[in-house]
């Protein structure tokens, strides 16, 4: 998430009750979780095992539990909870705020689109021109919405991220200000849930179309023209490029990148990047020709064993 304009480090210190290293001047332009992170953004870390991570990233401003070396160029943040501060930020900038109506007073709507009766359009939504917007469809805040496409009843576009931190005394919640962008001539089918950036975009490119009850995780990236069969689940961060089909009831891990032209069969789980122009198969997905082999052997497995006998 970007900010409107820049802040100064002392006046964050003093939002979330932190000392700081660095220039009191100095600027923070974005507040992004750590995948998202880019030059002028602050982010956070509570754990030894990610400082270097952290420290060595994109972001010019960290929110962090222990007192380190500043890295040249860049500015710290000193907080007891580096989580519950960095999640009171984005509260503070991108907060809740309850519709007061089905169709947002706010909401920009293209001419020709077309809003069927039920459906829920939040806060700051962009729909483009010739649109078909089914029955109770949700579109919550800040979606953003191209030409020419079609959304099938009872989807839900912009849902929070399912991100959340194990504590002793129960999980707590990072709190989402991404949002979900769609480009032209896109179709979803019914029953499609697209979750929103938890600081970043997801992101359906031109000419993507959904069956049904697809489930696509926070910050994904698909690019365009791909086929996504029903019941496909896609974990957040997962990067699928273009012309990737993707048939029923496949299961897709995260931080992945699923190649160009890549084909996925059913039922497959996929546990790892897959290269594009190849066809995979199973569960963990590998090359859909090896795998037909190994069921090969596999059935034959009962003969080989009658004649060991």
Known sequence: MKLSSPIALAEIAVLIGATYKGDAKFPVSGINEIHMVST??????DHPKYYSKALSSEASIIIINQDVDCPEGKALLLHSDPFAAYTSLVQKFMPFIASTSAISQNALIGEGTVIQPGVFVGNQVQIGKNCIIHSN??????T????????QANCVLGADAYYFQRKPEGYRKLESCGRVIIEDNVEIGALCSIDRGVSGDTFIGKG?????????GHDTHIGANCLIGAHTAIAGVTRIEDDVIIWAKVAINKDLVIGRGA??????????????????????????RKKWKELVMLRKLPEIYNKLK
Do not use: C, M, R, W
């Open 144 to 151: 953003i919405i191209g030409d020419n496409v079609v959304i």
């Open 137 to 142: 469809v949700s579109i919550n805040d800040y």
């Open 263 to 288: 084909v996925i069969l059913a039922t497959s789980a996929v546990d790892k990047s897959l290269a594009g122009g190849i066809t995979y198969f199973g569960s963990p997905a590998i090359e859909a």
């Open 40 to 45: 002028g953004d602050l982010t956070f870390v």
């Open 208 to 216: 993507t179309k959904f069956d049904n009850h697809v489930q696509v």
